[in-house]
């Protein structure tokens, strides 16, 4: 299998890196991003699971969707979609703020994209109240208040997330060029929820 | 949940204590040390084994007899209902993730999990589900079976069949979280002398059985809300009375409920493939074949749900798909099989607790996986499905297999996790009880299935009444096994013989420690300096000199050097 | 004397597959085969079992080998010979399955498509269609359509269950027979005459097809001795066909879990000559003119037994029927379990 002593290639290799292991003294790396993509893996498997049985009641039933069900307006729901998709090119400023070691930047957009996530939220309990049949109308109605519902609980922790990143901002040494992760960890959050709506709005209005 | 984004990974300081030492109340809190949550996962899991098996002995007493007569057939569906859930949800698959805490860390080198927080959470999820589905019993139990097939299941009582829910989604979560840490360690925190290549076996499936998590259980919790919007709110995805679809609900359940069998069965592949060597005295046969095959196996996992919808809403065309795609897993599970007997043949074989449940594993499991194969072709599954000749294989699979697995990691690494021997004639009395009850149980049932008598049913045509009552017969001594283990366990962990570092002589990592290890596993990270199975070779150096290991340490912990690294390490 | 070890291992193959052989013809485990398609699947059946059994044979036999000839002696220390691995045994074990496994999926596939699995007949499934409410069950809010059917739409259905033999496809059955499964019982309805009953007769030799429904919850219509199964899914047809060649009694089961009675939900399928046959069934016209039994007979549980009586009775009379009428209804009925 493996030899008995180290490989020289490596030893040579470790001594490379000793500058920057000292300065990580019996620290862990930081894997927090790694461990983050792939708990977003599979959260998107939720979705997945749901998208999928969306599409199975849709392709089973001879109608869909089901006789009766009231048209839906597109316009509010557009200009939602509109918003959510500019909010993550919105909170990316941050990012680059951030990294700028920018933390005034970072608030400024931070408090944008929080905005815009609110006004999203704000437009989808306007669209609710505002339809025409309701969780148990049909089939159609269930799985779209379920997908939406859930998909806006996503959206609602997304915004506590960029909500708590912008408390701990507060204190301007918290965030700085080097160490932001909470802030990465809301854009990712925040883009991952944007992705997952661009295919719930298709899936939902559009097909 | 979004712990992980806010997740602190210091780890605790070193106290000046005897290493590896702990208080006993320390397994009675929110302790953030792998040793100690792998150990916490392991008791609890054992103690919802032993309900479990309760539940069991309890069904096989109503059987004992065609009528029904010893429960009501409510309570009979209650019992049926929970032992399933309980030994899926709250043994075995915790029990693989206590096996994955404890020894993970140490096997690659690193000084805890990735996540030591998130982990402690993940287990602390599991007893109050677990709490919850045992009270279920007081006030009204589940009783649509533990696939919980809508329409019945929105039928039977909502209590019962939201305590379930709420119990899956809360273990689901809990087995989520876990597998994202032993994702992230395994690929992360090997020391810098491991390449993935010259990981211990056990760290590859449980590379391969996290993915499955990852991948399975999502869709699961996905089901199981849309299911709970069924029960809850009155609408009607799964309930055809408002156009709903139960199929759905079946492909969404064994989406994750299949490839849960392998979440559970690989962790103990590993486990086997990392015990069987040490005790033969053999390297393992076909590192890369063993290795690479859990995680084929895991693919092709993926890839088989309908199997157990032979006889449902599964169209033509696709009953052959995943017959086809059911029968390859054969496959990569025959490397696996050959390989560990490849490994056994020619070997020194000590024949104690450890290496004797692990031998048993093979025997029992090939039974399973034989039958796993003939239950995937359609035109005999149509003829057995939700039969007793299920319950057979399934049993085969996860007792012979799951349950034979942990009993034998456990007797191997007990004397890691307390620094005491077990004591191996009480060990063998507990393995032939364990063997002959188990093929006393579940062997007739084979017959049964096939000759007519389908499962969950309390009550019987008389004509199965002999192999019915042997099948009892067998529960009670598969009841009566678990006492001299108990005892064992018990009085060993107290006072059994000191086991000192590395009691068989093994080469992996976790043994280069002090037993049991001290807070941090390791006073020096360990260098690879063998592969994990080169027994027999004259250069092996298995207790390693502390000055030596001393000496070559130079790497960061943690610290993985690029692939250019390592393109020079030799062939296995 | 000292025989080569290269001989003892062929022995061992011979004597191995001869068992093999042996036993995947004579294990005696299946019931009796009571249709064509019974004996295609006991065919199939009994081949795994050959080569399930040289399989086991061989693992087993490498254990308790190993176990006594590899042990290790008291005072030994020493490890075993450092062997890896050998790619070409590799090769051949990882090979050796993949054929028998293909092949076990042809020969699968063959007998599949000869009992009917792949029967276009099967394919007019309208999908899901909106059944009527159960009495009791009430879901609020939901379409209130149910009175009118919906329109079929062309949507090229699949098939599900098992159809006719390939070379019977699109003709029509000789005898076809309803089957609604409810909690806890079947009722078969032929609809040539109209004729209900909870016990399913049938004339021997002819190609009979059961169309299969669910009333509430999912079952599965199970006929173990002709090895068909098919579950009964609300909303959803479904279909077995099949041609019975011996005359007998044989149990009906339903095999899928349905609440708290599935065990007790089982029934008598009779396979009867030409003659029995039409004469039951002009037995049971001529009493579907006597106006008070054709509306017991329809919620009829037919599985009652000297329990199953007790515990159908509040199913009994949630649908409108005293236990009384039950019983004497089906005098004749004999149980499963006596």
């Known amino acids: ?68 069900t009231p048209e839906r307006e597109l316009l509010v729901p557009g200009i939602n979609t509109l918003i959510l998709i500019s909010s993550s090119f919105v909170i990316h400023q941050a990012d680059v703020a951030v990294k700028k070691n920018n933390v005034n930047g970072l608030r400024t957009w931070f408090l944008a994209t929080a905005v815009m996530g609110a006004i999203f939220l704000a437009g989808q309990v306007y669209e609710y109240n505002n339809l025409e049949f309701g969780l148990k109308t049909n089939l159609y109605a269930s799985t779209f208040y379920v997908l939406t519902g859930f998909h806006g609980l996503h959206v609602f922790l997304g915004l506590c997330l960029i909500l708590a990143v912008l408390w701990r901002s507060r204190n301007k040494e918290h965030y700085s060029g080097e160490h932001h992760f909470g802030v990465e960890a809301a854009e990712l959050y925040w883009h991952f929820v944007d992705v997952i709506w661009i295919v719930l709005f298709f899936l939902l209005y559009i097909l | 949940m979004t712990q992980a984004e806010w997740q602190s990974t210091t780890t605790p300081t070193t106290e000046g204590a005897i290493p590896g030492q702990r208080k006993w109340q320390d397994y009675f809190t929110f302790n953030t040390d792998h040793k100690v949550i792998g150990i916490q996962y392991l008791v609890t899991s054992f103690i919802f084994y032993m309900i479990g098996g309760a539940l069991a002995t309890a069904i096989r007493t109503e059987l004992a007899t065609p009528e029904s007569d010893l429960v009501s057939p409510e309570l009979y569906n209650n019992l049926l209902t929970v032992h399933g859930t309980v030994m899926i949800f709250l043994w075995i698959i915790p029990a693989g993730s206590g096996l994955a805490n404890y020894l993970i860390p140490l096997m690659v080198g690193a000084r805890d999990m990735a996540f030591p927080k998130m982990n402690a959470l993940a287990f602390w999820m599991v007893p109050p589900a677990g709490l919850a589905l045992i009270g279920s019993f007081f006030l009204e139990a589940p009783q649509a079976g533990w696939t919980s097939y809508p329409p019945l299941s929105l039928m039977t009582g909502k209590v019962g069949e939201g305590i379930w829910i709420f119990t899956l989604l809360v273990l689901g979560t809990s087995s989520i979280l876990g597998a994202i840490n032993f994702f992230v360690t395994i690929l992360r925190m090997r020391v810098p002398s491991m390449g993935i290549n010259d990981m211990p076996l056990f760290c590859w499936s449980m590379l391969a059985a996290s993915a499955l998590i990852l991948i399975g259980t999502p869709v699961l919790a996905g089901a199981l809300i849309l299911l709970a919007f069924d029960l809850l709110a009155g609408t009607a995805f799964f309930n055809p009375t408002g156009g709903g679809d139960p199929i759905v609900y079946q492909h969404m359940f064994w989406f994750y409920s299949h490839p849960a069998v392998y979440i559970m069965i690989l962790p103990l592949f590993g486990a086997i493939s990392d015990i069987l060597p040490v005790h033969a005295r053999k390297p393992i046969f076909g590192y890369r074949a063993i290795a690479y095959s859990s995680l084929a196996i895991s693919f092709l996992g993926l890839i088989v749900w309908a199997h157990h919808m032979f006889t449902s809403g599964t169209p033509a065309w696709l009953r052959m798909f995943f017959m086809i795609t059911t029968m390859v897993i054969a496959v990569p599970t025959g490397i696996k099989v050959f390989g560990w007997l490849a490994t056994i043949w020619g070997g020194k074989i000590q024949l104690n607790s450890a290496m004797l449940f692990a031998m048993g594993f093979i025997s029992m499991f090939v039974i399973g996986g034989i039958s796993g194969v003939m239950v995937a072709a359609v035109p005999f599954d149509i003829h057995v499905h939700d039969t007793y000749f299920i319950v057979a294989h399934l049993h085969y699979v996860l007792f012979g297999g799951s349950v034979f697995g942990i009993y034998s990691a456990i007797y191997h690494w007990f004397p890691k996790m307390t620094g005491r021997m077990m004591n191996e004639p009480l060990g063998i009395v507990h393995f032939v009880l364990t063997f002959i009850g188990m093929n006393l149980t579940f062997m007739p049932m084979h017959e049964l299935g096939l000759l007519g008598m389908n499962r969950r049913i309390a009550l ?113 | 004397m000292k025989i080569p070890s290269n001989i003892l291992t062929l022995l061992a193959g011979v004597i191995l597959t001869l068992v093999s052989l042996w036993y995947g013809q004579n294990h005696g485990l299946l019931p009796e085969a009571a249709s064509d398609e019974a004996a295609l699947v006991d065919g199939l059946f009994n081949s795994m079992m050959t080569v399930s059994i040289g399989l086991f044979i061989l693992v087993q036999g490498v254990l308790i080998i190993s176990a006594i000839r590899f042990r290790r002696r008291a005072g030994d220390n020493t490890d075993g010979p450092p062997i890896h691995g050998n790619i070409p045994l590799e090769i051949v074990w990882t090979a050796i399955p993949a054929v028998i496994v293909l092949v076990i999926g042809v020969y699968s596939f063959d007998i599949y498509k000869a009992m009917g699995g792949f029967d276009p007949q099967a394919a007019t499934d309208p999908g899901i269609t909106q059944i009527a409410m159960l009495p009791g069950e009430s879901v609020p809010g939901l379409i209130d359509s149910s009175s009118q059917p919906k329109p079929r739409h062309a949507h090229n259905h699949v098939a599900l269950g098992v159809g006719a033999f390939p070379e019977d496809e699109g003709r029509p059955a000789d005898v076809n027979v ?54 009964a899914i609300p909303g959803r047809d479904t279909e077995l066909r099949f041609v019975p060649r011996h005359i007998g009694t044989y149990p009906v089961i339903c095999a899928e879990l349905c609440g708290a009675y599935h065990g007790a939900m089982n029934t008598k399928l009779y396979v009867q000559s030409q003659e029995e046959y039409d004469g039951w069934l002009q037995e049971q016209i001529a009493s579907l003119n006597d106006p008070n039994q054709a509306i017991a007979m329809r919620a009829i549980a037919p599985s009652e037994s000297r329990s199953n009586a007790e515990f159908l009775a509040p199913f009994a009379s949630q649908m409108g029927i005293d236990t009384a009428a039950l019983e004497q209804l089906h005098p004749q009925h004999i149980s499963m379990n006596r």
């Not at chain 1, 008995?4 to 927090?32: C, F, G, M, Q, V």
């Not at chain 2, 976790?510 to 990270?525: D, V």
């Not at chain 3, 030799?205 to 169309?211: G, I, P």
């Open chain 3, 178 to 231: 309803d089957v609604m499964g409810l909690q806890y019982a079947w009722i078969f309805t032929y609809p040539d005459s109209g004729v209900t009953s909870g016990e399913l007769h049938i004339p021997v030799n002819k190609e009979v097809q059961l169309n299969i429904k669910a009333q509430d919850v999912l079952h599965a219509f199970w006929l173990p001795e002709f090895r068909l199964k098919q579950d």
């Open chain 2, 460 to 572: 019987y045509d008389p004509k199965f009444a002999t192999l019915n009552l042997v099948c009892t017969i067998g529960t009670y001594i598969l009841a009566v096994s678990t006492l001299p283990f108990l005892a064992n366990a018990g009085w060993s962990w107290i006072s059994g013989k000191k086991a000192g570092n590395n009691p068989w002589r093994a080469l992996t990592f976790e043994w280069m420690t002090t037993s049991p290890p001290a807070i941090e596993n390791f006073e020096q990270l360990p260098v690879l300096t063998s592969g994990p199975y080169d027994y027999g070779l004259s250069k092996r150096n298995p207790q390693m000199e502390p000055e030596e290991s001393r000496s070559n340490v130079e790497a960061p912990p943690g610290f993985i050097p690029p692939e250019e690294a390592r393109a020079g390490s030799p062939e296995p």
């Open chain 1, 1 to 68: 299998m493996q030899g008995s002593t180290i490989d020289p290639a490596k030893t040579a290799l470790n001594y490379h890196h000793e500058t920057e292991a000292a300065a990580h003294h019996e620290e862990h790396p930081d894997h927090r991003l790694f461990g983050l993509l792939v708990f977003l893996g599979a959260e998107s498997m939720i979705f997945a699971g749901l998208f999928l049985a969306y599409l199975t009641f849709r392709v089973v039933a001879p109608v869909w969707p089901p006789e009766g």
